[in-house]
Nanobody, 124 residues
Framework: QVQLVESGGGLVQAGASLRLSCAAS????????MGWFRQAPGKEREFVGT????????YYADSVKGRFTISRDNAKNTVYLQMNSLRPEDTAVYYC?????????????????WGQGTQVTVSS
């Protein structure tokens, strides 16, 4: 089992930056593929990005490519989402997710554990 706790959300103006953190419990964090997803009001949860267990690979949604960066510190059991050049359409609850298998994927159904989410609001 892995428990995930996100933090770092908030209210910012368009063009600003935020860094989200996701702290994980458990000794096997370093073996998990980690992902970030988001859900805006009235919309389905959508993929943002993912990072492989060995930090070797990342994959992003087209909507955030070049603006968002995922990183992880396996020694601290933490994964990060650096968000730059934020836009009002980035407003959503952001969720961290963990996947036991090592292939990086972008579907919500392929992730085994989820955090409670953190709100990000970008004003225009």
């Amino acid at each position: 089992q892995v428990q995930l706790v996100e933090s770092g959300g908030g209210l910012v103006q368009a063009g600003a930056s935020l860094r989200l953190s996701c702290a994980a419990s458990g000794r096997t964090f370093s073996s998990y593929t980690m992902g970030w997803f988001r859900q805006a009001p009235g919309k389905e949860r959508e993929f943002v990005g993912t990072i492989s267990w060995n930090v070797g690979h990342t994959y992003y949604a087209d909507s955030v490519k070049g603006r968002f960066t995922i990183s992880r510190d396996n020694a601290k059991n933490t994964v990060y989402l650096q968000m730059n050049s934020l836009r009002p359409e980035d407003t959503a609850v952001y969720y961290c997710a963990a996947r036991r298998r090592r292939a990086i994927v972008d579907s919500t159904v392929d992730y085994d554990f989820w955090g409670q989410g953190t709100q990000v609001t970008v004003s225009s």
